[in-house]
């Protein structure tokens, strides 16, 4: 939502997601991954069995982009005790020279640059779940 120029605040979300049910125990099921970029006015498409290039194309037309992985997937120093979807995260830059991607993780409000590959190994959990946003 910032990429979006959206001001919230987290304690903001959170009760709207609870308040319309988008957040569980478990989390966030996929189709409510962008229920609240929704909500704050922002237009998202959700798509699955997405591509790099899908990625690429909307961050070059200044879109937000999430996607889905599987977060034991990515941190291979992680045990992955199971093959599930269980994280999203925003995507900020795609480098296909150096192979690598750059990502906003939620989970520790930093940017990490991940390889390529092991992106994709984690996104695919997700069936390669992707939503764009941008504003109205």
């Known amino acids: 939502l910032n990429k979006l120029g959206i001001d919230t605040t987290?304690?903001?979300l959170f009760k709207v997601a609870k308040d319309n049910r988008w957040i569980r125990r478990a989390g966030v099921p996929l189709y409510c991954i962008g229920n609240l970029i929704e909500?704050?006015?922002a237009v998202t498409s959700r798509k699955y069995d997405a591509t790099i290039e899908d990625i690429m194309e909307a961050l070059n037309n200044n879109h937000g982009v999430i996607t889905a992985v599987d977060c034991?997937?990515?941190y291979p120093d992680r045990?992955?005790?199971e093959d599930e979807t269980n994280h999203a995260i925003v995507v900020i830059k795609v480098d296909t020279d150096s192979k690598?991607?750059?990502l906003f993780d939620p989970e520790n409000s930093s940017e990490v640059i991940i390889p390529l590959p092991l992106f994709i190994s984690a996104w695919k959990e997700s069936r390669c779940f992707?939503?764009?946003a941008k504003r109205q």
Do not use: A, R
């Open 10 to 12: 987290v304690e903001e």
């Open 39 to 41: 909500y704050k006015g």
């Open 72 to 74: 034991d997937k990515l």
């Open 79 to 81: 045990p992955d005790e």
């Open 100 to 102: 690598e991607i750059t």
């Open 130 to 132: 992707l939503v764009s």
